[in-house]
């Protein structure tokens, strides 16, 4: 991109009517699809979307998907920083802590049904870990989920 406006820069000539505008539209279009930047398109959309699905509505609907925060942001039309402000301002907690009880509630209640093993409740429960699935879920209820989906 920067090669291909340099010329117009070093001529004494004025550019064709027009080109600028082009040129940064290109520039812009550039900037948008380069996977690095990402959250500036997330601030633009933000920015251009006036309706915002409420932040409670896009977590409940999706805490058991192993989804990160930046992930949850963008289905919100936030920025990761105002996602997390919002996010503290409602549930009174960081989105990572919220999101490990919730989904050991999940898991929970999958092993009181008894119908699947501990790695499908792991999976289904958001985990991507089982061991990390295995420590959070003993730190939280103090007994490993395969002792506890034997009782």
Known sequence: FFYSILPDFTHKLPAPEGLLELKFKELLFNIFLDPLNKNVLAYANNLLNT???????????NYMFNLTVEQF?????RSVSVFKKE??????????????????????????????????VAFSSGFENLSHFSRVFKEKYGVAPTKYKGT
């Open 51 to 61: 309706s915002k699905t409420p932040i409670w509505q896009v977590v409940e609907k």
């Open 73 to 77: 942001a963008q289905m919100a039309n």
């Open 87 to 120: 996010f503290h301002q409602y549930y009174h907690t960081t989105p990572g802590k919220w999101l490990v009880q919730k989904r050991l509630e999940l898991a929970k209640s999958l092993l009181e049904a008894d119908k699947k093993n501990i790695g499908e």
